[in-house]
């Protein structure tokens, strides 16, 4: 075994570290910190140093400026900080030395004060920013609230199969350009093939609040019967699958989606949004709007909210579509509203219960990005409902 597998093995070892391992002062906490903050800093100074290859050109408009400078430096002390802490406290230094390693390195290649050395012979370029980014939003806000609210109180953090989830959402955030242009080009050429100025200025006149209220319901509608298709035709439901494999739900296993999925499901429900004139503020909201949302009612959360559960979808109503149980088949497609599975007779929401479980029944999908890329391909496949 050579020494970079050895270490990624003991640092393996020490994220899923049994609880009594874990406890306050142990150094667990905040050798956990410090690796993601110093690998998180060492991924914004690389976006930095080759923004033409590493950096979207949304996020690569504020390079400059000095807030900026200010988030990166501040994610560098962190992970700094908080790695060499976890030196202190624990016995095991492997998360702290890989902290430490990342914040130094990204010190060397020049830090918050780093600016971009290597050319850009291409518009083609990886989220690496972008990924890093959601993965610090993301993580820091449903990580606590999974933390004070779990549904599974046992469930740790670095639950199986996270490190599958993660490069799903690796991914899907570095081919962020490949995604957009295939997900809008549909929704372009549709709109290029049927010119109707006039309506869509109506739209686009509207209200912001009355067009993001529209976008949810359009969009919802759409994915609602995207999504019932998805479990009712079977060579769909094998890329379906994959997302339904996971076992455990938390804040990353709704980015567990097969990529030909992505584009299908991104690409249709873009349609009504972009075709019949909405702004493009109300649109971005909305975008921003369902991607936490997305990441909500995939959460570790036991919340009960009486009766916005009959107006919104929540944890425990996608927690139902994702369940083992025979009852749990084919109900609650609705991403937004359960007003349409009560209006198209898939609503299941027993009173005071949750899933026992998660997963496709049988379990066939393999683990593991690639197997399960090729899942749907393979001509000889176990059950899968």
Known sequence: MNPLEETRNRLRKELEAPPAL?????GWISGVLGVVLGLAGLSL??????????????????????????????VLLAGFGFSALSL?????KVLGTVGVTAALLASLLGGSRSSALIPDPTPLFL???????NLLFTGFLFVPLE????RRPDQPLFRDEWREDLFYYLVSSLLVQVLGFLTFL????LLAATPAPGFRAWVAGLPFAVQFVVIMFLTDFVQYWLHRTFHRVP?????HAVHHSARSMDWMAGARMHF?????????????MYVLGFTESAMNAYILTVYLYSTLIHANLRWRLGAVEWLLVTPRFHHWHHGIEDEAVDVNFAIHFPLLDRLFGTHHMPEGKWPSGYGVQGHPVPKGYLPQFSYPFRKERDGGT
């Open 235 to 239: 060579w769909l439901w094998r890329f």
């Open 88 to 92: 202190v406290l624990r016995r095991g």
């Open 45 to 74: 100074v690389l976006s930095l140093r080759a923004p033409g290859q590493l950096s979207t050109p949304e996020l690569r408009e504020f390079h400059g400026h000095p807030w900026t400078r200010l988030v990166v430096m501040a």
């Open 186 to 189: 549909p929704a372009k050429t």
């Open 260 to 272: 030909l999925e992505i584009l299908v499901l991104r690409g249709t429900t873009v349609l009504p």
């Open 127 to 133: 989220g690496l920013d972008f990924f890093v980014l």
């Open 147 to 150: 933390r004070l609210f779990p």
């Open 22 to 26: 874990r406890r306050l002062g142990s």
